[in-house]
């Protein structure tokens, strides 16, 4: 005997329902089960599918990401030239190459994991039977809109990229960004931070850097000009800037200091009462002031000794050297400076006349 199953809701309703039998719910049981069955594998192979898609991405992404980490890594080091070598040793900059190295591989890492993993996503998408057409139509147009307007932020970026990756600047290397310089003390794919030479910090986008003098790349030139009278010997003179220059190239920190000799170039200029040596000395970059200070000093000290005059600015002549009268070049006070002399009473104005009363 079949009992029909009459639903709650027609119930509630107050419909009268079509009564159905256990035989029609055992029917729709039996379709459903049959459809499972059917669609079981496809389900089985998609999920298997995407499951694969996700781990493969997943094992690539680390590998790619731990090959950037171990090259990052091995540039960080030093070589064994640069290690073993004078020169080497005193280019090498730690913190810039550490900063430097981590931005490079902050960049690859990253960009290496969108592309990945992106796709990754567009393959689990593509598995689902999605059309990706009008997706990536639109993340075309959005990529376009919010490139446009961000365009400054791209720009600033894409010149940190290059920046780094030429390794124009580094941390501790003074340049001239044309916007502002000074010091670098760190370097950003967006931003370079600077401190001035008053301690000022200043944040230059890397975008707005239109050129860069970087004054502690390869070397640098210290330039010392040494005044003195024209009748001085100029044999004596070269000699004894020869013996400066030796005595400096010998003796600590200056012998690192020093790059190259310190040469004297000859004669800049003459005049009719003065001309100018010029000594000049290849350095280590940065030193050239330090160099040029301590040139001047140890050159005073050293033309003092041998009776050598330095002169410079506009001679200036004693009244008991040429006989002169020093008040013959004042001019005489001026008659209309004071105020009870005729011409002064006469330049006065006139006063005001009162008017004649009626």
Known sequence: MEVPVVSPVLLATGASPDPVTFQDAQESATDAAGWVRENWSDWLGVGLRIVMIVVIALVLRQVVRRTITRFIARMNRPGENAATSALGGLLVNAERRRQRSEAIGSVLRSVASFLILGTAALMVLSTFKINLAPLLASAGVAG??????????????LSGVF???????????????????GEVIEVGLRVTKLRGDNGEIWYIRNGEVKRIGNLSQGWATAGVDVTVKTDEDLDRVKATLASVAEAMSKEEPWSERLWGPVETLGLESVLLDSMVVRVAAR???????????????????????????????????????????????????SAYASTTSPQSLNASPLPPQTPLQK
């Open 283 to 333: 350095t280590m970059p940065g030193q050239a002031v330090a160099v040029e200070r301590e040139l001047r000093w140890r050159i005073k000290h050293a033309f003092d000794k041998e009776g050598i005059s330095i002169v410079g600015g506009m001679p200036v002549s004693s009244p008991a050297a040429d006989g002169s009268d020093a008040a013959a070049g004042v001019a005489a006070p």
């Open 144 to 157: 376009v809109a919010i490139g446009f307007g961000a365009r400054n932020l791209v720009t600033d970026f």
């Open 163 to 181: 920046m780094i990756l030429e390794d124009q600047y580094g941390v501790g290397d003074t340049i001239d960004a044309g916007v502002a310089s």
